[in-house]
Nanobody, 125 residues
Framework: QLQLVESGGGLVQPGGSLRLSCAASGFTLDYYAIGWFRQAPGKEREGVSCLSHSGRSTNYADSVKGRFTISRDNAKNTVYLQMNSLKPEDTAVYYC??????????????????WGQGTQVTVSS
């Protein structure tokens, strides 16, 4: 089975930090571009960040630039999203997803084929 499992979500106050993890099993992440997406109730799914399969290129939505950092630990086959200076508008279910092997990063969610179940991030005082 090919699986992606997100963890690390929770409730945090504005200005706080969380680190989300996306653990892969059944395949090796370094062959795949992996993206983080989020979706809040009543809103469209939004691309947050993407790491190329080579690990050389990172991409961030304007709304999170300077606050979020995507990274990968090859030994653990895990991708992380470090989220700092969190804002209420960051509240959403966060998903990690991969494209097909060797495919580049994309901002289109329908171009991603493997998805995790999501983890809830709530930023509230």
């Amino acid at each position: 089975q090919l699986q992606l499992v997100e963890s690390g979500g929770g409730l945090v106050q504005p200005g706080g930090s969380l680190r989300l993890s996306c653990a892969a099993s059944g395949f090796t992440l370094d062959y795949y571009a992996i993206g983080w997406f989020r979706q809040a109730p009543g809103k469209e799914r939004e691309g947050v960040s993407c790491l190329s399969h080579s690990g050389r290129s990172t991409n961030y939505a304007d709304s999170v630039k300077g606050r979020f950092t995507i990274s990968r630990d090859n030994a653990k086959n895990t991708v992380y999203l470090q989220m700092n200076s969190l804002k209420p508008e960051d509240t959403a279910v966060y998903y990690c997803a991969t494209r097909r092997r060797w495919d580049p990063c994309s901002w289109y969610s329908r171009e991603y084929v493997y998805w995790g179940q999501g983890t809830q991030v709530t930023v509230s005082s």
